[in-house]
């Protein structure tokens, strides 16, 4: 009795842990086959006595009978074992060869990455020392860059007043304007036509820059802009383009005297004893200021007594 139960539940467990077992299980029906063995068995021990009562039987046909149950009982426990055991060795047979193939996998791809590795390492390498190049050369233009827009904004801002300088470079444009009040200042030399024909061209032009450096130093001391020089001739105005009120007229002839004083020991080197004068022309009036050209843009002033004022002086 004791191992028939003991039967039972290793047969119920390993219908738990197998769905082949549970399977086959129920289609063998063993919960039955299992009552009528033991209700065999039950009758062949008690000699034909059910609950003390004693029953006509045939104990040989009962004894085959049983015997009967028992081998098949046996043999499908059999099948189901053999079964079992084929399917465990299946499952045992694909789990290796999966194992197999995911072994044969990862070594490939170890070999493939011993490979592939080194040549990713490699090109990173390079694509950073390439990065690394292009930010040097990079930061070198930008360093060029910079020091030719300071080029650029030293010469806007000597080319134009400072105002108009200040609007050029931060890109704006500048339209004409009309000042009511200002005044305007040529000078140059008193007989250039003389010089230039007893000197040589090379002579002229070193004589020219050494008057306009002077000049050019002298008039950064007043309220007062170079417009712009042509040949010996010297423009220069005040009010323009920030007013200052009457005070135009006082800076252009503070500035014309201090240019006569300034000028009056100056010599040519190769004419050492040719006297240097200056002509001053000066006109007060309305003028209009605006740049022209786009190449090579300047600040002009124009106005009728500009204009007669440079006839005249020419």
């Not at 129920?26 to 033991?38: P, S």
């Not at 053999?82 to 170890?110: H, M, N, P, V």
């Not at 007229?249 to 503070?254: D, G, L, M, Y």
């Not at 014309?256 to 009036?285: M, R, S, W």
């Amino acid at each position: 009795m004791v191992y028939l139960v003991r039967g039972r539940q290793n047969l119920v467990q390993a219908a738990e842990f197998s769905s082949l077992v549970s399977r086959r299980v129920k289609q063998a029906d063993f919960v039955d086959m299992i009552d009528k063995l033991q209700g065999f068995r039950s009758l062949i021990y008690s000699n034909g006595t059910v609950n003390g009562t004693v029953v006509k039987w045939d104990p040989v046909g009962e004894a085959r009978a049983w015997m009967g149950n028992i081998t098949g009982f046996i043999d499908t426990l059999h099948h189901i074992q053999d079964d079992l055991g084929a399917e465990i060795l299946s499952d045992t047979l694909y789990s290796s060869s999966a194992q197999r193939k995911s072994t044969t996998f990862s070594s490939c791809l170890l070999v493939v990455e011993f490979f592939v590795y080194p040549v990713f390492i490699f090109l990173t390498l390079r694509l950073t020392n390439r990065v690394k190049d292009y930010s040097k050369k990079l930061a070198e233009r930008l360093k060029i860059l910079a020091r030719e827009q300071r080029r650029n904004a030293t010469l806007v801002k000597e080319m134009y007043p400072a105002s108009v300088a200040a609007r050029l470079l931060k890109g704006n444009s500048v339209e004409p304007e009309i000042f009511e009040s200002a005044t305007v200042c040529f000078s140059g030399l008193s007989d250039f036509q003389e010089l230039s024909r007893i000197s040589h061209g090379v002579d002229i032009i070193f004589f020219i820059n050494r008057l306009f450096d002077l000049m050019d130093d002298e008039i950064s001391k007043y309220d007062v802009f170079k417009v712009e020089t042509v040949g010996d001739q010297y423009l220069v105005v005040s009010g323009v383009p920030l007013r200052n009120g009457d005070s135009h007229v006082k800076e252009i002839a503070n500035m014309a005297l201090g240019l006569l004083e300034q000028t009056k020991n100056l010599t040519v080197d190769h004419l050492p004893t040719y006297p240097i004068q200056l002509k001053f022309g000066v006109c007060t009036g309305s003028v209009v200021a605006g740049i022209v050209g786009l190449k090579m843009p300047r600040y002009c002033l124009f106005d009728k007594s500009f204009n007669i004022l440079l006839n005249f002086f020419r």
